[in-house]
């Protein structure tokens, strides 16, 4: 069974400073700076969990078991800060 389809979360503003991706959280106006992985899970959107993990384990040569891990922390960061929505949202 397929992961639900993670996707920004709507008004969310996006910076790319190229080594590091700063975010804007439009109701509170708080800023949230994203590292190198979470970066390229953000900039991946829309995709499943799945397409994230792939996406993690080619852009750093991560084996499968670091890249969920690294994948599963920035989405739950990334759903408690209101910056990202899944499937049933």
């Known amino acids: 069974m397929m992961s639900p389809l993670y996707c920004s979360a709507d008004g969310v503003l996006c910076t790319d400073l190229?080594?590091?991706?700063?975010?804007?959280?439009?109701?509170?106006?708080?800023?949230?700076?994203?590292?190198?992985?979470?970066?390229?899970?953000w900039l991946a959107l829309p995709a499943t969990r799945e397409t994230l993990v792939a996406a993690l384990r080619t852009a750093f040569a991560l084996s499968q078991a670091g890249a969920e891990t690294d994948v599963d922390q920035a989405l739950r960061n990334l759903q408690a800060a209101g910056l990202l929505k899944s499937g049933g949202d």
Do not use: K, M, Y
Not at 19 to 33: A, C, K, N, W, Y
């Open 18 to 41: 190229e080594s590091e991706l700063v975010l804007i959280e439009p109701d509170s106006g708080q800023t949230f700076r994203l590292n190198r992985a979470a970066r390229c899970v």
